[in-house]
């Protein structure tokens, strides 16, 4: 059947600009569920019957095909309740690709929803024997394939136009050429992935066969599948025997020899005449070549195609060059089986050929790959100290993090709204890897970090996991508690202080755990991040390998300690030794000092606001918290980088806290001491912590609703309006601003408190700013504040909190600064965290952070990986907002900015007697540095000279010479 493109009305050859608001959708989950359930079972799945799909926008039934002047298209039409589904849930159930409009199938305003989810399915259908089609899979005539491809080509055609579209979308244009039919091709390697393991659940003897295939395939695995199943033929029902043989037929075909003279047939549409130079040049020079050849040849010819492919100036052409990257890339995967792996430098040389062609399949952007390119290079040497070795191994290691991490900042949206419904997808992500030179890259760094760690004794000890060098420590400490592997969204999850859990992403608002292990380092400088090193909470980054090899120990309980070298333990409680049980007994000495803040200074008389310039870091912990103090100090040394603003001090909080109780006999004060004179008496009648903490937290929460019903004093609403307008130049309810709580309990020179408490972003209207200082006011007695405080103060019922009223600034990106390198430990250098929008790094979001030396050289740490950003609405509040990845987010005048910055904050607020080094969260608009907070930066000292963790920290001659050509 012809596919047919003539009429506007179908087809929209529009691309929006990328510039979008972030839309939001009511999903009702048990719906879904219970369609996808019926569909399963229905001869038709989710489609309603057939029709003849005319240019001119009428339908014929089935046996009136569209006349021949007009054409049109056979198809399937769905079901009225899965329109629905889509018009009010964004959720596209069997998506037919013929007649479908290309702009809304791409879905711009939607993060490409749409098309990612066609993609999920088809993910869902391989592994699912057929997912909502299962029976409908076999509906004749519901589409025909040879319309999809035609569509498919008119798409990608449409879409590749746009150069744009390639240098903000290269890696998820790519999968989607991958996934989306449009010249007879198909995924054999998702094939072959899904048919073993459809045969390993339902025959489980398979499963180790099928993780080979899943994790290192191998042309020899043929052989032993074909041995498997005549070893098990009379164990075998008649529909297995069928799985086997079409697995063996897929794998095959997978393994079929590529001829590489066979590539120039992607040159004819190709106009470019260099481009086909080059690659003609290539396909000469390996036609009769080795596998280690083909193999950089191929990878240096995937690099060069992602450089110049917008040179192409034809669409189809630019279609035909991404078909030849996949080609490629799969030669690479096949020439592998013949590649030597006998001695560290063909290991080596692998790696950085692997790493060439990740990187060309999109899995890092050009200029990520140009910052870490030069560490990942064939060395001439004949041998390399450990430290070099090392240092290869960290950046090989970091750019495949990064692969990794891309994956699921594409995919992540739809992951998280499917898995509400359907929990298969969960593999999704993983799949999109394996199906990639990722994972032969994974296996090759896995490699080379098991060799050096041989080399070195710094060996992770973590159960006996598979590809423990992926494993590395962020924050030193121990800990022991029942492991907890958090599936998915980890948002508002329920935790328990003495568990130690596994995320896939921790959530930003996370409580107390005893220790951390979460997929890839994340953001190093988040508030999350910042208070687990301060408190001494043992934190390790992992992978996805590690992550699904963990589960397997769900619920057991171990003992789990990082290094100060960055080794990890983990081990059953019954393999601890006596000293590792001592260091959880009673009296035994605690990861971290606690600390009483003292209040014999603190002020409560001052009962009107202060103006952000007549308070300085003095005042701290008197009339107000460090937070204000120190951004009054900063105004007074920067005024031109700290924006105007006021303070409600303690006085006005403590003066509101002694009205009586509307409907009560005692003040809210007097409620609050109760409480904690209350829990003093329980401990002294020997109830437990538990006991005690579930009293407190219950009587908390009572006191929270009370406050946000409080009545605010006429006399301080007064005074709240005048400051608006003497101070931020607006009416109360003009001027929007943020409300940051500010506690006598925070930024202290052994405790960070950081993001304990609540900021309210760019609050405008007048009754929501007074009704947010209420709540910013109640903030400190939420259960994840005190439970925070609980871990290091003595008294962390006396808390007072004040409020910084500021201006908000519509930040281009916004970020945090600390002065010293937080992985190196070094003080020649600063360490810098950066989002888009505002509020940015602070709560865990995937950031651009670098190492910023006194010598202006720099060094990326991680880049950016935050599909979405906040900005500020004029009228107040927040819009979300889409990113994408192609440019870095801080540019070279702003590092220059930010080491010049650096050195005069050192040398001011050292002078002013606030000991470094510092935290600092700062911005950029339009190139001018804004300020909003410093705080000391606080490290768990304890740790890091434990006894028992210096005991398990090797000594490393990082000097040592390892020869090349030494046998793996």
Same mark, same amino acid.
């Given at each position: 059947?012809? %596919?047919?493109?003539?009429? +506007?009305?179908?087809?929209?050859?529009?691309?929006?600009?990328?510039?979008?608001?972030?839309?939001?959708?009511?999903?009702?989950?048990?719906?879904? $569920?219970?369609?996808?359930?019926?569909?399963?079972?229905?001869?038709?799945?989710?489609? $309603?019957?057939?029709?003849?799909?005319?240019?001119?926008?009428?339908?014929?039934?089935?046996?009136?095909?569209?006349?021949?002047?007009?054409?049109?298209?056979?198809?399937? $039409?769905?079901?009225?309740?899965?329109?629905?589904?889509?018009?009010?849930? @964004?959720?596209?159930?069997? &998506?037919?690709?013929?007649?479908?409009?290309?702009?809304?199938?791409?879905?711009?305003?939607?993060?490409?929803?749409?098309?990612?989810?066609?993609?999920?399915?088809? %993910?869902?259908?391989?592994?699912?024997?057929?997912?909502?089609?299962?029976?409908?899979?076999?509906?004749?005539?519901?589409?025909?394939?040879?319309?999809?491809?035609?569509?498919?080509?008119?798409?990608?055609?449409?879409?590749?136009?746009?150069?744009?579209?390639?240098?903000? *979308?290269?890696?998820?244009?790519?999968? +989607?050429?991958?996934?989306?039919?449009?010249?007879?091709?198909?995924?054999?390697?998702?094939?072959?992935?899904?048919?073993?393991?459809?045969?390993?659940?339902?025959?489980?003897?398979?499963?180790?066969?099928?993780?080979?295939? @899943?994790?290192?395939?191998?042309?020899?695995?043929?052989?032993?599948?074909?041995?498997?199943?005549?070893?098990?033929?009379?164990?075998?029902?008649?529909?297995?025997?069928?799985?086997?043989?079409?697995?063996?037929?897929?794998?095959?075909?997978?393994?079929?020899?590529?001829?590489?003279?066979?590539?120039?047939?992607?040159?004819?549409?190709?106009?470019?005449?260099?481009?086909?130079?080059?690659?003609?040049?290539?396909?000469?020079?390996?036609?009769?070549?080795?596998?280690?050849?083909?193999?950089?040849?191929?990878?240096?010819?995937?690099?060069?195609?992602?450089?110049?492919?917008?040179?192409?100036?034809?669409?189809?052409?630019?279609?035909?060059?991404?078909?030849?990257?996949?080609?490629?890339?799969?030669?690479?995967?096949?020439?592998?089986?013949? %590649?030597?792996?006998?001695?560290?430098?063909?290991?080596?040389?692998?790696?950085?050929?692997?790493?060439?062609?990740?990187?060309?399949?999109?899995?890092?952007?050009?200029?990520?790959?140009?910052?870490?390119?030069?560490?990942?290079?064939?060395?001439?040497?004949?041998?390399?100290?450990?430290?070099?070795?090392?240092?290869?191994?960290?950046?090989?290691?970091?750019?495949?993090?990064?692969?990794?991490?891309?994956?699921?900042?594409?995919?992540?949206? !739809?992951?998280? !709204?499917?898995?509400?419904?359907?929990?298969? !997808? *969960?593999?999704?992500?993983?799949?999109?890897?394996?199906?990639?030179?990722?994972?032969?890259?994974?296996?090759?760094?896995?490699?080379?970090?098991?060799?050096?760690?041989?080399?070195?004794?710094?060996?992770?000890?973590?159960?006996?996991?598979?590809?423990?060098? *992926?494993?590395?420590?962020?924050?030193?400490?121990?800990?022991?508690?029942?492991?907890?592997?958090?599936?998915?969204?980890?948002?508002?999850?329920?935790?328990?202080?003495?568990?130690?859990?596994?995320?896939?992403?921790?959530?930003?608002?996370?409580?107390?755990? +005893?220790?951390?292990?979460?997929?890839?380092?994340?953001?190093?400088?988040? *508030?999350? /991040?910042?208070?687990?090193?301060?408190?001494?909470?043992?934190?390790?980054?992992?992978?996805?390998?590690?992550?699904?090899?963990?589960?397997? @120990?769900?619920?057991?309980?171990?003992?789990?300690?990082?290094?100060?070298?960055?080794?990890?333990?983990?081990?059953?409680?019954?393999?601890?030794?006596?000293?590792?049980?001592?260091?959880?007994?009673?009296?035994?000495?605690?990861?971290?000092?606690?600390?009483?803040?003292?209040?014999?200074?603190?002020?409560?008389? &001052?009962?009107?606001?202060?103006?952000?310039?007549?308070?300085?870091?003095?005042?701290?912990?008197?009339?107000?918290?460090?937070?204000?103090?120190?951004?009054?100090?900063?105004?007074?040394?920067?005024?031109?980088?700290?924006?105007?603003?006021?303070?409600?001090?303690?006085?006005?909080?403590?003066?509101?806290?002694?009205?009586?109780?509307?409907?009560?006999?005692?003040?809210?004060?007097?409620?609050?001491?109760?409480?904690?004179?209350?829990?003093?008496?329980?401990?002294?009648?020997?109830?437990?912590?538990?006991?005690?903490?579930?009293?407190?937290?219950?009587?908390?929460?009572?006191? $929270?609703?009370?406050?946000?019903?409080?009545?605010?004093?006429?006399?301080?609403?007064?005074?709240?309006?005048?400051?608006?307008?003497?101070?931020?130049?607006?009416?109360?309810?003009?001027?929007?601003?943020?409300?940051?709580?500010?506690?006598?309990?925070?930024?202290?020179?052994?405790?960070?408190?950081?993001?304990?408490?609540?900021?309210?972003?760019?609050?405008?209207?007048?009754?929501?700013?007074? /009704?947010?200082?209420?709540?910013?006011?109640?903030?400190?007695?939420?259960?994840?504040?005190?439970?925070?405080? /609980?871990?290091?103060?003595?008294?962390?019922?006396?808390? %007072?909190?004040?409020?910084?009223?500021?201006?908000?600034?519509?930040?281009?990106?916004?970020?945090?600064?600390?002065?010293?390198?937080?992985?190196?430990?070094?003080?020649?250098?600063?360490?810098?965290?950066?989002?888009?929008?505002?509020?940015?790094?602070?709560?865990?979001?995937?950031?651009?952070?670098?190492?910023?030396?006194?010598?202006?050289?720099?060094?990326?740490?991680?880049?950016?990986?935050?599909?979405?950003?906040?900005?500020?609405?004029?009228?107040?509040?927040? !819009?979300?907002?889409?990113?994408?990845?192609?440019?870095?987010?801080?540019?070279?005048?702003?590092?220059?900015?930010?080491?010049?910055?650096?050195?005069?904050?050192?040398?001011?607020?050292?002078?002013?007697?606030?000991?470094?080094?510092?935290?600092?969260?700062?911005?950029?608009?339009?190139?001018?540095?804004?300020?909003?907070?410093?705080?000391?930066?606080?490290?768990?000292?304890?740790?890091?000279?434990?006894?028992?963790?210096?005991?398990?920290?090797?000594?490393?001659?990082?000097?040592?010479?390892?020869?090349?050509?030494?046998?793996?």
């Amino acid at each position: 059947m012809r %596919y047919f493109l003539l009429i +506007a009305l179908i087809i929209v050859y529009v691309i929006p600009s990328f510039s979008q608001e972030v839309n939001s959708f009511d999903v009702d989950n048990n719906q879904i $569920r219970e369609y996808i359930q019926k569909y399963k079972k229905d001869i038709r799945g989710p489609y $309603r019957d057939l029709r003849w799909f005319c240019d001119d926008g009428t339908f014929n039934m089935p046996k009136e095909p569209c006349g021949d002047d007009v054409g049109g298209v056979q198809r399937a $039409r769905y079901k009225e309740e899965v329109i629905a589904l889509s018009e009010t849930s @964004h959720v596209y159930l069997g &998506q037919i690709l013929s007649t479908t409009n290309f702009d809304k199938f791409w879905d711009q305003e939607n993060y490409h929803s749409r098309m990612k989810q066609y993609q999920l399915e088809k %993910y869902l259908k391989s592994i699912d024997d057929g997912w909502i089609n299962r029976r409908a899979q076999y509906y004749r005539g519901a589409l025909q394939v040879e319309d999809e491809e035609a569509w498919g080509k008119d798409f990608f055609i449409w879409l590749l136009k746009d150069e744009e579209v390639l240098e903000k *979308h290269f890696y998820m244009v790519r999968q +989607a050429i991958k996934d989306i039919p449009h010249a007879g091709d198909d995924n054999v390697a998702q094939l072959m992935r899904s048919q073993s393991k459809v045969i390993a659940e339902e025959y489980e003897p398979f499963m180790d066969l099928r993780i080979k295939i @899943h994790g290192q395939p191998q042309r020899t695995d043929i052989a032993k599948v074909e041995a498997f199943k005549k070893d098990n033929d009379t164990k075998l029902t008649p529909s297995l025997k069928k799985e086997f043989n079409e697995l063996i037929k897929t794998m095959n075909k997978y393994f079929a020899p590529v001829k590489i003279s066979a590539l120039s047939s992607y040159l004819e549409t190709v106009t470019n005449a260099e481009i086909k130079t080059t690659v003609t040049n290539f396909i000469e020079a390996n036609e009769n070549g080795t596998a280690e050849e083909n193999i950089e040849g191929a990878s240096d010819l995937m690099w060069y195609i992602r450089n110049e492919i917008t040179n192409e100036d034809s669409a189809i052409g630019r279609l035909a060059l991404m078909d030849l990257s996949l080609k490629l890339e799969n030669i690479i995967i096949k020439k592998l089986d013949d %590649y030597s792996n006998e001695n560290l430098d063909s290991l080596i040389d692998k790696i950085c050929y692997l790493s060439t062609a990740a990187a060309a399949s999109g899995y890092t952007e050009i200029w990520e790959w140009e910052q870490i390119a030069g560490s990942i290079q064939k060395t001439q040497n004949d041998s390399l100290t450990l430290q070099e070795l090392d240092d290869f191994l960290v950046a090989a290691r970091k750019q495949l993090e990064w692969g990794t991490s891309i994956n699921k900042a594409v995919y992540d949206d !739809v992951v998280g !709204v499917y898995q509400n419904f359907e929990p298969l !997808v *969960h593999g999704f992500l993983d799949d999109k890897i394996r199906g990639s030179v990722a994972l032969p890259l994974g296996n090759a760094i896995g490699k080379l970090g098991t060799f050096i760690s041989n080399e070195s004794s710094l060996n992770n000890r973590v159960f006996s996991l598979s590809n423990q060098s *992926h494993i590395h420590g962020i924050n030193p400490g121990y800990a022991f508690g029942k492991l907890v592997v958090v599936d998915g969204n980890a948002e508002g999850l329920d935790v328990d202080a003495k568990n130690i859990y596994v995320f896939e992403r921790p959530p930003s608002d996370l409580k107390p755990v +005893a220790g951390l292990l979460t997929v890839s380092e994340g953001n190093l400088v988040s *508030h999350l /991040q910042l208070l687990a090193r301060n408190l001494g909470i043992p934190n390790a980054a992992i992978s996805n390998d590690n992550f699904l090899a963990l589960k397997e @120990h769900n619920g057991e309980n171990i003992f789990y300690a990082v290094s100060n070298k960055g080794t990890v333990i983990i081990k059953p409680e019954a393999e601890m030794t006596p000293e590792e049980h001592k260091l959880f007994s009673a009296g035994a000495v605690r990861n971290v000092d606690m600390v009483t803040v003292p209040l014999d200074k603190i002020n409560l008389e &001052q009962t009107s606001i202060l103006n952000l310039r007549d308070v300085n870091s003095a005042s701290s912990g008197i009339y107000c918290g460090p937070k204000a103090a120190n951004l009054g100090q900063l105004k007074q040394n920067f005024p031109d980088e700290v924006v105007e603003g006021f303070v409600i001090p303690f006085g006005i909080f403590f003066e509101h806290m002694k009205q009586t109780i509307p409907g009560g006999e005692v003040s809210y004060w007097e409620y609050l001491t109760s409480v904690f004179a209350k829990a003093d008496k329980m401990k002294e009648n020997g109830a437990s912590s538990d006991e005690i903490e579930k009293f407190e937290l219950a009587e908390l929460a009572k006191l $929270r609703a009370l406050i946000l019903e409080m009545p605010l004093l006429p006399a301080f609403v007064e005074d709240l309006e005048d400051s608006f307008s003497n101070i931020l130049n607006g009416e109360i309810g003009e001027v929007p601003v943020f409300l940051r709580s500010d506690t006598n309990m925070e930024d202290l020179k052994n405790f960070t408190g950081a993001g304990l408490n609540l900021t309210l972003f760019n609050v405008a209207p007048k009754d929501e700013i007074i /009704q947010g200082i209420k709540t910013v006011w109640a903030s400190p007695y939420t259960e994840r504040s005190f439970k925070w405080r /609980q871990k290091i103060l003595n008294n962390p019922e006396n808390v %007072y909190p004040s409020i910084v009223a500021i201006p908000g600034v519509n930040n281009d990106y916004s970020g945090v600064m600390i002065t010293k390198g937080v992985t190196s430990n070094r003080n020649d250098e600063i360490t810098v965290a950066f989002s888009r929008g505002v509020g940015g790094a602070v709560d865990g979001q995937a950031a651009e952070a670098w190492s910023i030396r006194n010598n202006g050289t720099y060094k990326l740490i991680s880049p950016a990986r935050e599909p979405s950003y906040k900005a500020l609405s004029k009228t107040g509040g927040t !819009v979300t907002k889409l990113s994408t990845f192609e440019k870095p987010i801080l540019n070279r005048k702003n590092m220059s900015q930010l080491q010049d910055f650096s050195k005069e904050l050192i040398q001011t607020m050292t002078a002013k007697g606030m000991e470094g080094p510092y935290d600092v969260e700062l911005g950029f608009e339009n190139d001018k540095l804004w300020l909003f907070q410093v705080r000391p930066y606080v490290e768990n000292k304890n740790a890091k000279s434990s006894t028992y963790l210096e005991s398990i920290t090797p000594k490393v001659d990082t000097s040592k010479s390892i020869p090349l050509n030494i046998k793996l």
